[in-house]
């Protein structure tokens, strides 16, 4: 009588120090694969259990359409499902940390930023600091900036092309209002490092890193920076596009447009007054 039976604790989870965090912060935004992966179901259907091959245990998940899926897993891995249990896309099946892109692939854009968040707000909440999500969204938002092409259809990009997600959807609405047939796409996800070495601004990624390798690339593809962004119109000085820079901006982008339907409209009466450059400043 009066022995401890059981402890039950009242916190789980013991204070860490932020800077041992940050490591696992730098790791979801450079979006890096973990060592041992938890694995995903791929399809939804039923479980069942295969013929081990050379030590492995073989799950398979069968559809109800008959479409099958076999997964080879080693015996050191917890498996988290039994045979005749009915798993959905995406569900864990085998433990492990998580991998963005298998969630990214699996479940699509808002389950991914939403793990993102979670994950990154987890580190700092530890140590009592706050941070609005709009943050952390922004950045996970540049680092889905491009897509990847699964099949072309009318337009000039071919399979496997990554492209800036702005762009490839003008083109499809393009091609929706000329009767054509639009691209597919599968979003991709980029470490921010990644992400910022593969924007569209040579002048910005020249910034950042491996400056002379992206400045003969540049060169070398005669590239145009048309200095959209905010980063590249603060190092040559310029009004950044926000605020009341804006209008600045717009007025130019009008003043652009309207010389070149000058400069159509004088070719057709084959005038050969010169017509100042798109590129040109004011």
């Known amino acids: 009588v009066g022995e401890v039976v059981a402890r039950i604790p009242v916190e789980a989870t013991g204070n860490k120090d932020i800077t041992g965090g940050l490591p696992r912060v730098a790791d979801l935004f450079e979006a890096r694969k973990p060592k041992d992966p938890a694995i995903l179901a791929e399809i939804s259907g039923t479980i069942s259990f295969g013929k081990e091959t050379k030590g492995k245990q073989r799950v398979i998940i069968t559809a109800e ?5 076999e997964e080879l897993i080693p015996k050191w891995r ?5 045979e005749g249990e009915y798993v959905s896309r995406g569900e864990v099946i085998v433990d492990g940390e ?3 892109h298998d969630i990214l692939r699996l479940r699509g854009i808002e389950e991914m930023a ?11 909440r530890l140590q009592g600091v706050k941070i609005n999500d709009k943050h952390i969204e922004v950045i996970i938002r540049q680092m889905l900036r491009k897509v990847e092409i699964t099949e072309s259809g009318d337009s000039g990009y071919i399979v496997a ?3 800036d997600k702005a762009r490839l959807l003008e083109e499809n609405r393009h091609l929706v209002e000329k009767g054509k047939m639009p691209a597919q796409y599968l979003p991709v996800l980029l470490g921010i490092t990644k992400a910022s070495l593969v924007t569209e601004s040579f002048v910005s990624a020249a910034s950042f890193q491996e400056t002379t390798r992206v400045l003969t690339d540049a060169a070398v593809r005669g590239a145009v920076d048309e200095l959209r962004g905010l980063k590249e119109n603060v190092i040559v000085g310029r009004l ?7 209008a600045y901006h717009q007025s130019r982008r009008q003043e652009r447009r309207r010389q070149m339907a000058e400069a159509l409209g004088l070719v057709d009466m084959g ?6 450059s798109e590129s040109e400043e004011e």
């Open 114 to 124: 939403s793990y993102l968040t979670k994950e990154v707000q987890d580190v700092y």
């Open 78 to 82: 917890q498996v988290n499902v039994f």
């Open 240 to 246: 950044i596009p926000a605020g009341s820079g804006l």
């Open 271 to 276: 005038s050969e007054t010169p017509v100042a």
């Open 161 to 163: 092309d990554q492209i």
């Open 98 to 100: 998580l991998s963005p």
């Open 65 to 69: 359409s008959g479409d099958t899926h």
